[in-house]
């Protein structure tokens, strides 16, 4: 899978090198892009905000630098430009990631603009990007909008700063591409680029090839499947004992038929106390799961 990400703070992605998201970037499963805003701005001082039409407080990402900076990295990666400009650098904001203020480290500007000439033809060829745009007034981020974005081959995050982006760029894209603003909760973060963090390694974990073991995805408290719209109930290794606590008997039993029930009693028991709200779109629940409930 292909993620650019537009950022007046790429080097806010440093921890997309770490674990699991390295360890994918490296094997190749993932292939993400950072990109600097400021370097599709048009003033000495690189400026990406101003004044709210309307008046009010705080500032608005102007839409001719966003603008730009979204043409440019569909039209590069889509291979419109010639593999011969982009290695030297003709086009304006061609600070592509690292190098620059903020690439991840490691990553040098060559093997940058390597990774842009390879691209062209590649697997993005001819495809446009899902434009994202993490604002806490977009539709709900959840497990299901997870697994869409998963089965996509490109993603083109655009956290905004500030007091959002002006409108007209979600409207002006929205006619060529398929373009989601999305909330990861009911809370207001500082900016966009934590809630592509959070985007980033759920859709990641969800590529074949991320998890070692391709259960840990099917068993997942969201994850379509019997246990759907369940809470996990508790986990434990060993030992046995542990400061006076115990494992529950069940565990050690052995009696795979048993554990299975237990378990969802758990889940069921768990969803019922901490998210109730959940417990209407449980799938057909049985007798034992009622008495679960009783
Ligand atoms: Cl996507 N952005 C911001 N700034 N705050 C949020 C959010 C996104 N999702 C929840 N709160």
């Given at each position: 899978m292909r993620i650019d990400i537009?950022?007046?703070?790429?080097?806010y992605f440093a921890p997309l090198s770490v674990s699991l998201m390295g360890k994918a970037r490296e094997r190749g499963i993932l292939d993400i892009r950072l990109h600097q805003l400021r370097d599709w701005a048009h003033d000495v001082h690189h400026t990406v905000?101003?004044?709210?039409?309307?008046?009010?407080?705080?500032?608005?990402?102007?839409?001719?630098?966003?603008?730009?900076?979204?043409?440019?990295?569909?039209?590069?990666?889509?291979?419109?430009?010639?593999?011969?400009s982009i290695a030297s650098g003709g086009t304006s904001g061609?600070?592509?990631?690292?190098?620059?203020?903020?690439?991840?480290?490691?990553?040098?500007?060559?093997?940058?603009?390597?990774?842009e000439v390879a691209a062209v033809g590649g697997p993005v060829a001819g495809r446009t990007p899902r434009l994202i745009v993490p604002t806490p007034s977009g539709r709900r981020f959840t497990q299901s909008v997870a697994l869409e974005y998963a089965a996509e081959p490109w993603l083109l995050f655009a956290p905004a700063r500030y007091e959002g982006i002006d409108s007209r760029v979600m409207?002006?894209?929205?006619?060529?591409?398929?373009?989601?603003?999305?909330?990861?909760?009911?809370?207001?973060?500082?900016?966009?680029?934590?809630?592509?963090?959070?985007?980033?390694?759920?859709v990641a974990r969800l590529l074949p090839g991320v998890l070692g073991n391709a259960n840990s995805v099917t068993d997942d408290s969201f994850a379509p499947g019997a246990m759907q719209n369940l809470l996990e109930g508790p986990v434990y290794t060993k030992p046995p004992v542990w400061?006076?606590?115990?494992?529950?008997?069940?565990?050690?039993?052995?009696?795979?038929?048993?554990?299975?029930?237990?378990?969802?009693?758990?889940?069921?028991?768990?969803?019922?106390?901490?998210?109730?709200?959940?417990?209407?779109?449980?799938?057909?629940?049985?007798?034992?799961?009622?008495?679960?409930?009783?």
């Amino acid at each position: 899978m292909r993620i650019d990400i537009i950022s007046i703070f790429p080097e806010y992605f440093a921890p997309l090198s770490v674990s699991l998201m390295g360890k994918a970037r490296e094997r190749g499963i993932l292939d993400i892009r950072l990109h600097q805003l400021r370097d599709w701005a048009h003033d000495v001082h690189h400026t990406v905000d101003d004044t709210p039409y309307g008046g009010g407080p705080g500032m608005v990402m102007k839409p001719e630098v966003w603008g730009e900076a979204i043409d440019a990295v569909i039209a590069r990666s889509a291979g419109e430009f010639p593999g011969a400009s982009i290695a030297s650098g003709g086009t304006s904001g061609d600070g592509v990631v690292a190098g620059s203020s903020g690439g991840i480290a490691g990553e040098s500007l060559v093997s940058g603009l390597e990774g842009e000439v390879a691209a062209v033809g590649g697997p993005v060829a001819g495809r446009t990007p899902r434009l994202i745009v993490p604002t806490p007034s977009g539709r709900r981020f959840t497990q299901s909008v997870a697994l869409e974005y998963a089965a996509e081959p490109w993603l083109l995050f655009a956290p905004a700063r500030y007091e959002g982006i002006d409108s007209r760029v979600m409207v002006e894209y929205a006619s060529r591409l398929r373009v989601d603003e999305v909330s990861i909760g009911d809370y207001v973060l500082a900016g966009g680029e934590a809630a592509v963090l959070v985007m980033v390694e759920a859709v990641a974990r969800l590529l074949p090839g991320v998890l070692g073991n391709a259960n840990s995805v099917t068993d997942d408290s969201f994850a379509p499947g019997a246990m759907q719209n369940l809470l996990e109930g508790p986990v434990y290794t060993k030992p046995p004992v542990w400061r006076g606590h115990e494992v529950p008997e069940i565990l050690l039993s052995g009696h795979h038929g048993k554990i299975a029930r237990w378990r969802r009693d758990e889940a069921l028991r768990r969803t019922y106390i901490r998210r109730p709200d959940l417990l209407p779109a449980v799938q057909d629940l049985d007798k034992a799961d009622r008495q679960a409930l009783a």
